[in-house]
């Protein structure tokens, strides 16, 4: 069993990353992914953790993409290693934009009388600061009852502070992860919000495929057995990658449960050969 899809501190998750290897060693998980949004220092924290207890940690990222009048979120997996300098360099970049954001979701707060500074959400967030963190500072300073509250009243996309955030296409994201070996795969579909129309959904598919989408994330915590079916059918009509994890966030989503979903070690092995395959063969000294 793998897990290729989790989120440690270093994003929106409450594990540290060498908890986060501890608990997938006690799951007896054989591989897993950290996917932390718009950054890799989870990963990169982890690595020499996991390696030390023999745990196949795979390289990967979270991200936000802009696709016609959706926002879908791509997972960026690095099966053969890690993703190289130019695209790390491009994620920092995305990560700047993220503060843009949170500098101006401040200043919208601020207008409204809510006495917060972004300084206290930078302390919740660390290396990167969300609109999690900031549903968890305006609890505790009792500007909402909870965090979906927090959502609905003031940074959720009807509330009164709400800041559009400016992230990559999904052409452009997919394009990134190619040029560093990469593969590309749809995070959790049902969050499209075509799953009661199956006809639109695989229509919207059509499209991310001929955008150049690799994968579909098939299983999923919030995927029922009807949902995996129809994921795993359609890709593989149409020669596409699996993937498969839980999302899982520590208790920021306590129903998402590492090792939760049943996704199959043979999701990875073909990942990677997909990938070796991509690779044009070393010319010979001449």
């Not at 990560?95 to 302390?123: F, P, Y």
């Not at 927090?150 to 400016?166: K, L, M, N, P, Q």
């Not at 394009?175 to 009661?196: D, F, M, N, T």
Request: glycine share 8%.
């Amino acid at each position: 069993m793998i897990d290729l899809h989790s989120h440690t501190n270093a994003s929106d998750g409450t594990d540290a990353p060498e908890r986060l290897v501890t608990l997938a060693l006690q799951r007896q998980l054989e591989a897993l992914a950290i996917t932390d949004h718009d950054t890799f220092a989870g990963f990169d924290e982890a690595l020499p953790i996991a390696q030390a207890h023999g745990l196949d940690l795979v390289c990967g990222v979270e991200l936000s993409c802009k696709f016609e009048a959706k926002s879908p979120h791509l997972l960026g997996y690095f099966p053969l290693g890690s993703a190289d300098a130019a695209f790390r360099a491009w994620v920092n970049e995305i990560l700047e934009s993220r503060r843009e954001r949170n500098r101006a979701l401040i200043g919208g707060l601020q207008k409204q009388g809510v006495r917060i500074e972004l300084s206290e959400v930078e302390a919740v967030g660390r290396s990167i600061t969300g609109r999690p963190h900031f549903a968890r500072v305006l609890i505790d300073k009792g500007y909402a009852t909870d965090r979906q509250d927090a959502f609905d009243r003031y940074i959720g996309e009807s509330g009164s502070a709400f800041v559009e955030r400016h992230g990559p296409t999904f052409e452009e994201a997919i394009e990134k992860i190619h040029a560093s070996s990469g593969v590309s795969s749809l995070a959790h579909p049902v969050r499209l919000g075509l799953a009661s129309n199956p006809e639109k959904e695989a229509a919207l598919f059509d499209r991310l495929r001929a955008a150049g989408l690799d994968a579909l994330e098939v299983w999923h915590t919030d995927h029922v057995p009807a949902l995996v079916r129809r994921y795993a059918n359609y890709a593989e009509r149409h020669g596409m990658l699996m993937t498969g994890g839980s999302d899982y966030h520590g208790d920021n989503k306590p129903n998402a449960r590492l090792g939760g979903v049943m996704a199959p070690f043979t999701l990875l092995e073909a990942m990677r050969e997909a990938r070796r395959a991509s690779i044009p063969p070393a010319l010979p000294n001449q």
